[in-house]
């Protein structure tokens, strides 16, 4: 995303958070940001893209966090899973979107509420990803049902915990239960029968309402090779290459892959580039385990 994009959405947020999406107008988030109105209307073509915008920046960072934590462990560990589930609502609490959410449900305004929507329809479509990863292809059917089920349970873990004021009832220590209760949930979905949703109804408005952009190998190799061809320097330029060869590398030599991902991250903090590395480099070492 475009970086003069992302302040502008940055100030938006400041400015909903403190006086409300219905008391905020364009013209506060172009004085607020310091741009002039065309400015504005060439990155957003309303406030609600606005807002969209700001939900998209906050699950773009989780993907990266959540990628990030990937990098060198197994991925079917469903203990890596507990870890990765937390972080959304960790950045949602940190930028002040628990209210904007809040404001958005209670805005009246049905393309506001489908906002909402397709941010939980997103991470249930996440977390149903994940569980295939992790358990194979026997529960791609009862996956999504499985995520709902998880976190409904994990909020009003988390709910009533607060409301008792349980202070060892951690976030990540509820999520690392509430995994261990789906393992027997998804056993019983896929043994037992005791599946609710129907599955091709599901399916169907799944794919009205969500869309899944896969990194294959193909894209890996295009995204690397697009990197070598920019203006790098020669530290940054080897190890891209070294990462290259490898992929290219017949025989599978995890210690070493996972070695220049990490190289590869470091040469490129404080870059631009930075968050693409990181997206990049998860994406390489899940598809390098998986093979």
Not at 137 to 155: D, K, L, P, T, V
Not at 213 to 231: F, G, R, S, T, W
Not at 232 to 260: C, H, P, Y
């Amino acid at each position: 995303m475009q970086k003069r994009k992302k302040q502008i959405a940055e100030h938006a947020l400041a400015l909903f958070v403190e006086k409300g999406i219905e008391n905020t107008s364009i013209q506060d988030i172009i004085n607020c940001a310091g741009i002039s109105k065309g400015t504005f209307y060439n990155y957003f073509s309303s406030k609600t893209e606005c807002i969209e915008v700001i939900l998209e920046l906050a699950r773009y960072d989780a993907t990266l966090l959540r990628a990030e934590l990937m990098i060198g462990k197994n991925p079917k560990d469903v203990m890596v899973l507990a870890e990765q589930v937390g972080i959304l609502s960790q950045i949602n609490r940190k930028r002040g979107l628990d209210i904007l959410f809040q404001q958005l449900l209670h805005s009246g305004k049905k393309e506001l509420k489908n906002l909402v929507l397709r941010q939980r329809l997103a991470e249930l479509e996440w977390f149903s990803t994940r569980l295939i990863e992790i358990y194979g292809e026997e529960i791609r059917r009862y996956a999504f049902e499985a995520s709902i089920i998880y976190y409904g349970m994990h909020q009003h873990l988390s709910f009533m915990s607060k409301l008792i004021n349980q202070k060892s009832a951690q976030s990540f220590n509820i999520s690392k239960q509430t995994v261990h209760y789906l393992t027997k949930i998804i056993d019983s979905l896929i043994n037992g029968n005791t599946s609710i949703l129907d599955y091709d109804k599901l399916k169907a408005f799944l794919d009205l309402h969500t869309t899944k952009m896969p990194m294959n190998k193909e894209i890996i190799y295009v995204q690397l090779d697009k990197i070598i061809n920019m203006n790098l320097q020669n530290s940054q330029q080897q190890v891209v290459e070294a990462v290259l060869d490898e992929l290219n590398n017949t025989k599978k030599r995890s210690v070493v892959m996972n070695a220049l991902l990490k190289a590869l991250i470091d040469e490129f903090v404080d870059t631009e580039l930075e968050s693409d590395i990181k997206k990049l480099s998860a994406y390489i070492w899940h598809m390098y385990s998986q093979d």
